[in-house]
C-alpha cells in the first residue's frame, strides 16, 4: 500500500515538472535590455520593457513627463494596433 502511494506520488510529482519545464524554458528567450535598446534608437523614450502575452510592454516617458504604458509587436517593435 505505501509502495503505490510513493510510485503515485512520485509519478505525479514528475508530470507536474515536466509540464512545467516547457514553459519556463519559453520565457529565457526575452532579451529585455536588448528590446529596450532597439525602442530607443527607434526614438522611442522607453525606460523599461517586459513580455506581455503576445506583445512587448514598454514603460514610455511622454513630452510632459508622464510615465505610460505601450504595446509594440515583439519581432518589428512597431505599435501594436489593439
Known sequence: MIKNSVIALVTATTLIAGATMP????????????????????????????????????????????????LFTPVTLTPANI
Open 23 to 70: 514553459a519556463m524554458a519559453a520565457t529565457t528567450d526575452f532579451d529585455s535590455d536588448y528590446v529596450l535598446a532597439q525602442l530607443q534608437q527607434q526614438g522611442v523614450p522607453a525606460t523599461a520593457v517586459e513580455e506581455w502575452g503576445d506583445y512587448v510592454r514598454a514603460f514610455v516617458v511622454g513630452a510632459d513627463g508622464t510615465e505610460t504604458m505601450q
